[in-house]
């Protein structure tokens, strides 16, 4: 009777593929009308002079809002807010902060008519030179106020002494670029006032977030704000904070007084929405004639906004990935016209493990030693930073991945694995992400007719959240899981953290188990009468103390084979064997979904995401998918995944660690250092391009 642990379908499946599920934009609302956000065409400066008398005359346009007459709200930070909330653009000034910034916002009785009506505005600008990449404004970088996680510096010991006590030293400098989500469904809001109340339709990881911010952007009382959100087109950190969008929803709804529907375009997607910042990191190595390391110093620059502050945490990994005496790391940021980044797939440990697991791969072919050797020997076997880790198998995921992906054929000099005309690389890196987890509430109904129906007020991207918590509290009820029916994506539900971090499971599950554990204990105690009627457990968790003992993480192991066309110039992966331990898996097709998806993109942003903006305006130039590459089916060749169950008694009482993000970590590295096995050529910049490797 158990299904945790069984791979079972997504029970949101049929209504995903029959086109039945109801994403935000598709609830049916009564005379709703049609929204849409125009955007300023400079990067900095100021808007002289907007003219919508024209846009005004057109059938159908029922307003035109802008900071000529916008209603007053508050756009920037409110109380609690922290490094994770964001500074929002909603027409209080005419101030232009970056490109594609909203101005306006035009709402008509249809879609056409309001984007028609758009192109009408007539804007003029004052405008100043902007400062569009972190390295025309270096000099500027300063340590940022906070970090979400963590703190922004962090050392033990000297690497200055580390680096003289080395026999083999590396000083290099690796970058990535700025990337955006563009998850399949772009980010939309329905609004909806009932008086001084606001319902929204808003396609976000996060409802009570949402809630919290628009409750005072407006000056309401959060109970007066409702965010609904059943289905989620993929999130991945852009929808995680709210942006301007929602409120200027809320805004235009108040203007025309009805219903207003405001759906993000996809070029609107590169800059609305927050993006991963190009980074710059500043890598030193040493190591002493075994192979151990003597010093690691990791320094990160990366892209803000000059108004707000968002970090890409990129050396937090490298604090605890590897056993050294000597570890520096820091993290600066430079504040350009551009708009305010966030937190994307693996936020940090992404872009980070590509310049670390890149360095390390560097510094054992210099010491020539096997770069999986290398590792095994740095092997950290508790937290550098001072605490035991609560579980990790690493070691574990090396030997399995390893051992299936042939890695022992492997032969140490670059283009030595020729096969006709491709070049053969294989190469391999360390993945990691952390346990995070916060506090989160759960309902149980025990119903009279024998079923249960338990909520939450969380959200599912697309990643199992509706099955696995129905599977957890299956278990908990010793039910099967035809009789309970789990909701989610309301924030009339029981409060539950932001569907961020890889933190759902972990934070929600432990919940959605005691609540229904709690229900069990009031039904075995009920009389007859009790049960003629519905019994309701409801509960909130507190994070175990635990997590201020141990050090929790997820690891893991990609291998790759990469294939170079030396008369075609393609750079292929050919075959990807990773191995990860994250924990408990309660599901493992929806687990290994994950896994392979987060390797799908680690593939893309090794090979193709970017996103350009021009040094003379400050504008994206790709902003659209036919621009920014991501891959299709034709570059991604099979993906082998190994899961190793782990029991971590620590973590929570599920034993999961999350496993949304730890595969896009690593994986970057790993095709790093494939490509320099193959060709013997070392890309230290992200994507890593045909032209990279003949310059
Ligand atoms: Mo993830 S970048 O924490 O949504």
């Not at 968790?541 to 635990?546: C, G, S």
Request: proline share 5%.
């Amino acid at each position: 009777m158990k299904s945790v642990g069984a791979p079972i379908d997504r029970l949101d499946a049929q209504k995903k593929v029959t086109g039945t599920a109801t994403y935000a934009m598709d609830t049916e609302v009564t005379k709703v009308v049609h929204a849409v956000i125009v955007t300023s065409t400079i990067a900095k400066g100021s808007i002289s002079a907007l003219d919508a008398t024209a846009a005004k005359r057109e059938p159908g346009v029922l307003a035109v809002m802008s900071h000529l007459d916008a209603p007053k709200v508050m756009a920037g930070k409110g109380k609690a807010g922290g490094p994770s909330e964001r500074i929002l653009q909603l027409l209080q000034d005419p101030l232009i902060l970056y490109a594609d910034q909203p101005i306006a916002v035009v709402v008509a009785d249809t879609l056409e008519r309001a984007q028609h009506a758009a192109s009408l505005l007539v804007v003029k600008y004052t405008a100043e030179a902007a400062v569009a990449t972190i390295e025309q404004a270096l000099g500027t970088a300063t340590t940022p106020k906070a970090l979400a996680h963590g703190k922004p510096d962090w050392s033990r010991g000297s690497v200055e002494v580390g680096l003289v006590q080395a026999k083999f030293k590396l000083e290099q400098t690796y970058t990535t670029p700025n990337e955006n989500h563009n998850p399949m469904e772009p980010h939309g809001t329905i609004a909806v006032w009932h008086g001084d109340e606001l319902t929204l339709y808003d396609s976000t990881q996060g409802i009570f977030g949402c809630r919290n911010r628009l409750s005072e952007v407006f000056g309401i009382a959060k109970e007066k704000v409702r965010v609904i959100d059943q289905f989620v087109g993929g999130g991945f950190g852009c929808k995680g904070t709210p942006w301007s969008h929602i409120a200027l929803s809320a805004m235009a709804a108040k203007v025309v007084n009805r219903p207003v529907k405001l759906a993000i375009t996809r070029p609107q997607m590169f800059s609305l929405v927050g993006h991963r910042p190009h980074t710059i990191q500043k890598i030193a190595l040493g190591c002493d004639a075994e192979g151990k390391l003597t010093a690691v110093r990791h320094d990160v620059i990366s892209e803000t906004s000059r108004f707000d502050e968002f970090v890409e945490p990129s050396a937090l990994q490298s604090r605890m990935l590897y056993e050294c005496a000597n570890i520096s790391t820091t993290h600066k940021v430079v504040g350009i016209d551009a708009p305010t980044p966030t937190f994307m797939r693996a936020p940090g440990e992404s872009s980070g493990t590509f310049a670390i697991e890149s360095a390390i791969d560097e510094l054992a072919f210099l010491a020539k030693i096997d770069p999986l050797e290398f590792r095994i020997r740095n092997y950290a076997s508790s937290d550098p930073q001072g605490k035991p880790f609560s579980s990790k198998s690493l070691r574990q995921c090396y030997e399995a991945a390893a051992a299936k992906f042939g890695w022992a054929k492997r032969t140490p000099t670059p283009r030595s694995m020729r096969d006709g005309h491709e070049l053969v690389g294989y190469g391999m890196a360390t993945a990691t992400y952390p346990a995070n987890q916060q506090s989160a509430s759960a309902k149980a109904i025990a119903r009279p007719d024998g079923t249960f129906l338990v909520q939450a007020g969380t959200q599912d991207l697309g990643t199992g959240t509706y099955t696995v918590m129905t599977q957890i509290a299956a278990d908990a009820l010793e039910v099967p899981i035809e009789r309970v029916r789990f909701e989610l994506g309301d924030s009339l539900m029981p409060e539950t953290p932001v569907s961020g971090g890889s933190m759902t499971v972990g934070s929600v599950g432990p919940a959605v188990r005691q609540a229904c554990i709690a229900l069990r204990g009031m039904m075995a105690i009920a009389r007859a009468e009790d049960k003629a009627k519905d019994i309701v457990a409801e509960i909130k968790t507190e994070l175990a103390k635990d997590h201020d003992l141990y050090s929790m993480h997820s690891f893991g192991a990609p291998f790759v084979e990469v294939r170079v066309d030396e008369d075609l110039g393609t750079i292929r992966v050919a075959r990807v064997v990773a191995a990860y331990a994250c924990g408990k898996i309660l599901n493992p097709k929806t687990a290994n979904n994950q896994f392979v998806g987060g390797i799908t993109w680690g593939i893309g942003m090794a090979l193709q995401e970017e996103t350009v903006r021009d040094r003379r305006t400050g504008r994206n130039v790709t902003r659209d998918l036919a621009d920014y590459h991501v891959p299709v089916h034709a570059d991604i060749p099979t993906i082998d995944v190994i899961s190793i169950d782990e029991e971590d008694l620590h973590v929570n009482a599920i034993g999961t660690k999350g496993i949304g993000e730890i595969g896009i970590t690593g994986i970057t590295g790993a095709i790093a250092n494939a490509v320099f096995h193959a060709t013997g050529k070392r890309v230290r910049d992200l994507p890593i391009r045909l032209d990279k490797l003949l310059g």
